[in-house]
């Protein structure tokens, strides 16, 4: 199963000035992903003329089951998680991980269906800051501890986790490994997309064996998103 996780920036790229909504499901195309999780996507925009959700666009038909978490709502429009799957998802929630007026954060949580296995998913971004984040992870420790007691499960996205302490402990309390950490040593870079040097997106797991973890790299990045797109895939 090969699990993609990206903040698209809402389909932006780097300079705010592009619309990557195509570039990105050709990209998510190419690398074969069964499992996509995906940060800062627009549901509806209308200063920008948007009026069908990214999420739509970039399921298309390949991926047959997708789930959207509004967090940001505005006077034109709204953003949030996706998580899109070509397995059936069979029941989604958001948890709400807001913790000041300015950012608005969640949490998107999905069961699918591999084969007679169930997989839990979770999708997040983070807090900028430390202290919004330290609030965040406690109480995705408490939500997974709840939801997944004995299901394997993935946790993907942006955790801005500039000081890599939240990451420590999501390791320890929630007894997960992180794909890149395991096959490379520590968290692989991952912004700015157009030279990256901050290890802020995480591929966590548990319960399921990882064969490989993959940074994606490609000519002008940066036209795509201000993060760089990260893959693993894991055998059940």
Not at 77 to 83: D, M, R, S
Not at 89 to 115: H, P, Q, S
Request: proline share 3%; glycine share 6%.
């Amino acid at each position: 199963m090969k699990v993609l996780t990206f903040n698209i920036n809402k389909s932006r790229g780097f300079s705010f000035l592009n619309d990557s909504t195509q570039k990105i499901k050709d990209l998510i195309c190419e690398l074969g992903a069964d499992v996509v999780m995906l940060q800062e996507v627009v549901g509806a925009n209308k200063k920008r003329g948007i009026t069908s959700p990214q999420f739509e666009e970039l399921a298309d038909s390949i991926w047959s089951d997708f789930a959207y978490a509004k967090n940001a709502a505005y006077k034109n429009g709204h953003h949030g998680n996706v998580i899109l799957s070509k397995y059936p998802i069979t029941k989604w929630e958001n948890l709400d991980l807001t913790t000041n007026r300015f950012e608005f954060r969640g949490m998107l949580f999905a069961e699918i269906e591999v084969g007679e296995k169930k997989v839990h998913l979770y999708c997040t971004h983070l807090d900028l800051l430390e202290r919004g984040r330290l609030l965040q992870v406690e109480k995705i420790i408490r939500f997974i501890h709840k939801t997944s007691i004995s299901t394997p499960f993935i946790l993907c996205g942006d955790f801005n986790d500039w000081s890599l302490k939240n990451g420590q402990r999501l390791e320890r309390e929630l007894q997960v490994s992180e794909a890149f950490k395991v096959q490379n040593g520590s968290y692989t870079k991952s912004f700015p997309s157009f030279s990256p040097f901050l290890k802020l997106d995480r591929i966590y797991y548990k319960s399921i064996a990882l064969s490989k973890a993959q940074t994606i790299s490609r000519r002008n990045l940066t036209n795509y998103s201000d993060h760089v797109p990260l893959l693993a895939e894991f055998e059940l």
